[in-house]
């Protein structure tokens, strides 16, 4: 049974949901989740039974001292909402958690029994995965879904990825099959410097998400830390002369696969995204981010990924 005493009657929710694990490589996707909760100041308002769907020797349990008190922290996924404020006002739903161990479709129902009860018009579900793609070139984000209409309508691909999957690809199925719309954004990561956390994916991600559903997303300090993070990565590579071949490799085959595919409708979408982003900050001083650079020559988004 679900109950959400407490929460608020939301207006055109979007419920966006992030999960360890395999689906989320350098931390990218779990990441942006937590963003948008601290940016937002996110209220958790329910969590799921960690006992049904986590295997406690794969996902262990955490000890800390709260006030000299002895206390326990159980791996789960939880449920938190945030109102995004502006000219048009909407709700957030945030899922945020680990990626199940255990009877993955129960999850996924209670997961969409919550979007049911609080009115949830769209889900879009991120992930990030290992790719064959430079550091030094933007992150490619590929967005996907199983519906044809709204492939069309949110310029999206329709999914035809066969394969092993991860609880993003089984919940959009679920909604899917629920009659729910659902969307799910993949950041590649490089596979050579998977280790978390990558800034400049989780900053990628959530530019995505901000076009995807037309809010504005505070990034604080991500673009700086984005900046630093790509910094250290080309000192690492300069110091290896094999690694720093293998990147200009890897920039060499970017380039020349995406020349075509520079579009003016990618230059629209990052000057549509400035112009968004500079109306905004009349009304947040406080905001730290920068207006992004026109995009360069090859290097529209559409990299093929999992569903």
Request: glycine fraction near 8%; charged fraction near 30%; proline fraction near 8%.
């Amino acid at each position: 049974m679900i109950e959400l005493e407490g929460v608020p009657e939301l207006i055109d929710p979007v419920m966006v949901a992030a999960f360890e694990g395999w689906n989320d490589a350098g931390d990218a996707a779990s990441t942006a989740v937590a963003h948008l909760e601290r940016e937002w100041k996110g209220e958790v308002f329910a969590a799921l039974d960690a006992e049904d769907y986590y295997d406690f020797q794969v996902n262990r349990p955490t000890v800390f001292m709260d006030g000299g008190v002895r206390k326990i922290t159980w791996p789960t996924t939880r449920l938190s909402v945030v109102r995004v404020g502006g000219d048009k006002p909407r709700d957030l739903v945030l899922v945020r958690g680990i990626e199940p161990s255990m009877r993955w479709r129960s999850f996924c129902n209670e997961l969409l029994g919550f979007a049911h009860e609080l009115g949830v018009e769209l889900v879009v579900i991120l992930g990030a995965l290992l790719g064959d793609t430079p550091h030094t070139r933007p992150v490619p984000i590929s967005g996907t879904t199983s519906d044809p209409d709204l492939a069309r309508r949110m310029d999206l691909e329709e999914t035809k990825y066969e394969g092993p999957t991860g609880i993003v690809g089984v919940l959009q199925e679920a909604c899917t099959h629920a009659g729910v719309p659902a969307v799910s954004l993949w950041a590649a990561v490089p596979h050579y410097v998977s280790q978390p956390p990558n800034p400049k994916a989780t900053l990628a991600l959530l530019n995505r998400l901000e076009d995807l559903i037309d809010v504005r997303i505070p990034l604080g300090e991500l673009p700086e830390d984005a900046r630093a993070w790509q910094v250290g990565v080309d000192q690492l590579a300069a110091e290896d002369s094999e690694v720093a071949e293998y990147v200009q490799t890897l920039e060499e085959a970017r380039d020349t696969a995406e020349l075509p595919e520079a579009s003016g409708e990618a230059i629209a979408r990052e000057f549509e995204r400035y112009l968004r982003r500079r109306d905004g900050g009349r009304d947040n001083p406080g905001d730290r981010t920068r207006p992004p650079m026109p995009p360069k020559p090859g290097t529209d988004d559409g990299e093929s990924s999992e569903d």
